[in-house]
């Protein structure tokens, strides 16, 4: 009584023991379940419940993930959609649907090729693998009513299948409309500015893109000449009217004409969406180039300039770099000057970092100039990382293989969840 413990002391603490236990179980069967969820491998076991007598894998954990993962993956989702524009998602789909439809029967390509001989079109699409290229997008635009010829002259054919009939006729009626005609030319021009634009011209790309915002005008005019219809699809739908409550005023609501809708919710969207992304990327690169960005005016800086610029790139990496690195990076800018003369001839149409390291290969310098090696080593793999992976191949198909036939489909969906959602995965708990 006199000490400070109850008397059940012994038996809490065997409590708390359990249950710091069963946590450290939990823990490490979440993280075993996302591993395997995350990389869509294989399960074994039933769906047994934590602390019955055949535990098994602990698969209904898999469960309790799934909703919590369906959750966050529907809220990821509400977020992405305001930044979607449907009507252009829908013109990649029938662009990428266009070309499988196309190679999907040999026939059917021959006569897509008749139609577009001596052109590159065929090769371009060929080629594309993602649908979002600009070589597709050239292919369509270029070979734009040769497309719609040998859709034409499938749609007509006796000798097809129903089916094939039909879908040629789709994709036709899709070629034909006003809208894709105008959203081909705007892809066009736009993704052909992306695909040459460098690292240094992303401001220009960025002013060139909200300089489109006010070009609606141009592109629909192309679309016109280019577009067998030619007014939009809503033009020949029926208004409809809204049933007014009782508390509503009497004036009238303002009805957006096929065109203006089109602008405003089409065009605009693109272009304001395009306009964020070259932002959001120019300021990734612009918090590179505040790092590295020395290195390319290296021969103008000065010396405490140089050694102020390389004692900050050491403290980002501080693992990297060793301390004689400032007097290293002086004594290279005076190397770059006395021999970066004859050598710039050769390799004049590259950039400055590349050619420093070229220099430093060449003359068999790296050893002498280590941690210059290093640096431009790093700066230069650092613009791959910024691309996107391309996947190419189905979830579905690598979760669901030959070993899994017998998988329900409550799991099935579980696990194809999780595994598209890996990033929503890998941040629970």
Known sequence: RKSSSQIDSDLVKQYEGEVQYWQELLRRLVSVVKFLCVRGLAFRGNNELIGSSNNGNYLGILELL?????????????????ECCPNAVEFFN???????????????????????????????????????????????????????SALEELQ????????????????????QQLEVAILVEVWDTVLERFQKTTVHLLESLLE?????????????????????????????????TRKRQFDEGCSKETIFSPRERFRCEVYLPIMDALSSAVQHRLHSYMHIQNKFGFLSNICELSKDDIRHAAIQLMET?????????????????????????????KTRNSSTEIEMLLLLNENMCSHIFPNVHIALRIYLCMAPSNCCGERSFSKLKRIKNEARNSMGQERLNFLSL????????????
């Open 66 to 82: 799934s909703e919590y993962d369906t959750f966050l993956a529907e809220h990821i989702s509400k977020h992405a959609n305001k």
């Open 418 to 429: 999780m595994s598209i959602e890996n990033d929503v995965v890998d941040s629970l708990f």
């Open 156 to 175: 007509s054919d006796e000798n097809q299948p129903r089916d094939s009939r039909l879908v040629a006729e789709g994709f036709l009626k899709k070629l």
């Open 94 to 148: 029938l662009l990428q649907n266009l070309y499988s439809w196309f190679v999907s029967s040999t026939h059917r390509w021959q006569v897509h090729r008749k139609h577009l001989r001596g052109l590159p079109v065929t090769k371009a699409l060929s080629d594309t693998r993602w649908s979002a290229r600009y070589d597709a997008v050239r292919a369509l635009n270029k070979g734009y009513h040769e497309n719609m």
């Open 317 to 345: 990496y501080v693992n990297d770099f060793e301390d004689c690195f400032p007097s290293e990076m002086i004594h290279f800018s005076e190397f770059y000057k006395t021999v970066s003369g004859q050598e710039k001839k």
């Open 208 to 240: 060139f893109v909200r300089s489109q915002r006010s070009e609606f005008e141009y592109y629909e005019d192309k679309g016109i000449a280019k577009s067998v219809v030619k007014v939009y699809k809503e033009t020949s739908k029926r208004e409809k």
